[in-house]
């Protein structure tokens, strides 16, 4: 990569695209519900409480924010083949200001959860800057809603955790608090650049390994309801669902005994889930992982999200214990062989050419580590985060084609499940029917993992 010389924080630069910013093209049909569209973008809200809010300083931390990752002042412009990135000065945050009618305590945990919806029905293009709003909604002076808006195509779920941090330290400082020192935060340029060079693109013996594990494979991709040639004009939904605390410690036991984790399980669980909608038994499926480098990129924010394939022969698998352990197997040789998207794909170039086929379509599964409830934050303000309640969501964030699986465990010990999906291709019962049957397979094999898998 060959950035234009600039001095300082104050000049416009062009950058090439990263390589993550390279995989997401592969998605772009050039509608407003694309990775490049309008409704492609990252939001997370936070019940703030503990005095007023001044708004004027939160105006200025945000753009403290903004200053400290050039993420967040990048630009995404040009046509499809030719785009670039394009690195703003910092600018002024939008921060909307929306003040609640009275509202009783007991309604206002619902009333944050619909100001968040409401959020994500807006649209944010990928050539704005800064690519960063805010939205405050007060109940009174001592109880507020903060909702944070990112486009996604500069910025990542890890990377929300990273700006909510830095936002809430720069507040109090602004507001006159003594805070600690933010640790260095390594610019997104840094973090495409150790992609393409050294340890991050990964040694030969990674690549060789995955040409060896994807040698005739291809993506498992789900049949839609819709074909891609009914040309359906692109949007994204959301249906939620519960996995209830009895059946997830059920499955932290199962995993224990076979010296596995939660997440390996459920990803055993997953794939016993496509085999039944597809018959496949050579089951390729893929995960997000964090992509950071270990603690190398932990503070910085941007895209920086890795696909990473999962394929696991489950013929012949006679009990769901056995499935386990071959996808534990599957799990820890592809952790352990990480390379950039991108890398992986040149050595199986033909892997996702199912994904792309006019009747099916690419899911996605993450189930993602306990999440903090609280930022640690300084001066008199509290960050709790807002959990997701239940219910369907008919417009959302979009994802860039198919479906995306997420799994979380909340404070409850429930796990909350979102599967969003393109409207385009899926129906809502569809979807409601993936989601009940993937609970029934948690449910019967957390508890009876020795019971027969009945695969064809």
């Not at 407003?32 to 973008?41: E, S, T």
């Not at 305590?105 to 009333?111: N, P």
């Not at 990112?150 to 700006?163: A, R, Y």
């Not at 040149?346 to 306990?370: I, N, Y």
């Amino acid at each position: 990569m060959s950035p234009t010389k600039i001095t300082g924080v104050d000049a416009t630069e062009t950058l090439p695209l990263s390589l993550n910013h390279e995989f997401v093209d592969a998605f772009d049909h050039g509608s407003d519900d694309g990775p490049f569209g309008f409704r492609y973008h990252v939001v997370d809200a936070w019940r703030v409480t503990g005095g007023p809010i001044d708004v004027a300083a939160l105006r200025d931390a945000l753009q403290d924010v903004v200053k400290r990752h050039e993420a967040l002042r990048t630009r995404i412009v040009g046509a499809a083949g030719k785009r670039h990135q394009e690195i703003s000065p910092p600018g002024p945050v939008s921060v909307e200001i929306r003040d609640f009618p009275e509202t009783p305590e007991a309604s206002r945990a619902a009333r944050a959860e619909a100001l968040r919806r409401e959020v994500e029905k807006e649209t944010m293009g990928a050539d704005e800057t800064p690519a960063l709003r805010a939205v405050l909604g007060r109940f009174d002076d001592q109880d507020a809603v903060l909702a944070l808006m990112i486009h996604h195509i500069v910025s990542d779920g890890m990377s929300m955790e990273v700006v909510i941090r830095d936002l809430a330290n720069r507040y109090a400082a602004r507001t006159g608090h003594t805070v600690p020192d933010l640790p260095k935060a390594p610019q997104y340029r840094e973090f495409s650049d150790w992609q393409l060079t050294g340890a991050g693109a990964g040694t030969e013996t990674a690549r060789e390994y995955w040409r060896r594990k994807l040698d005739g494979a291809l993506f498992t991709a789900l049949p839609t309801d819709i074909p891609r040639s009914a040309n359906l004009p692109e949007s994204t939904a959301a249906h939620r669902f519960l996995i209830p605390n009895e059946v997830i410690s059920n499955i932290d036991q199962m995993a224990r005994k076979y010296r596995t984790t939660r997440f390996m399980a459920l990803v055993a669980m997953y794939q016993l889930l496509v085999h039944r909608l597809t018959g496949a038994t050579d089951v390729v499926i893929a995960t997000f992982t964090p992509g950071r480098g270990g603690q190398l990129f932990e503070d910085t924010v941007g895209p920086i999200f890795n696909f990473l394939p999962l394929r696991t022969d489950i013929a012949g698998c006679t009990s769901f214990g056995e499935l386990l352990g071959r996808t534990r197997r599957t799990c820890l040789e592809a952790f352990s062989h990480e390379i950039p998207t991108l890398h992986i794909f040149g050595q199986a170039p033909e892997l996702m050419r199912p994904a792309a086929s006019d009747t099916a379509a690419a899911a996605v599964f993450q189930a993602l580590p306990d999440q903090k409830q609280y930022v640690e934050a300084p001066g008199d303000l509290r960050y709790s985060r807002i959990p997701r309640m239940m219910g369907p969501q008919s417009q959302k964030s979009s994802v860039p084609d198919g479906a995306l699986w997420t799994l979380i465990r909340e404070p409850s010990g429930d796990a909350s499940g979102c599967l969003d999906y393109k409207r385009n291709l899926f129906r809502e019962e569809t979807i409601v029917s993936m989601a009940a049957n993937f609970e029934e397979i948690a449910r019967k094999f957390s508890s009876s993992p020795d019971a027969s898998l009945g695969l064809t």
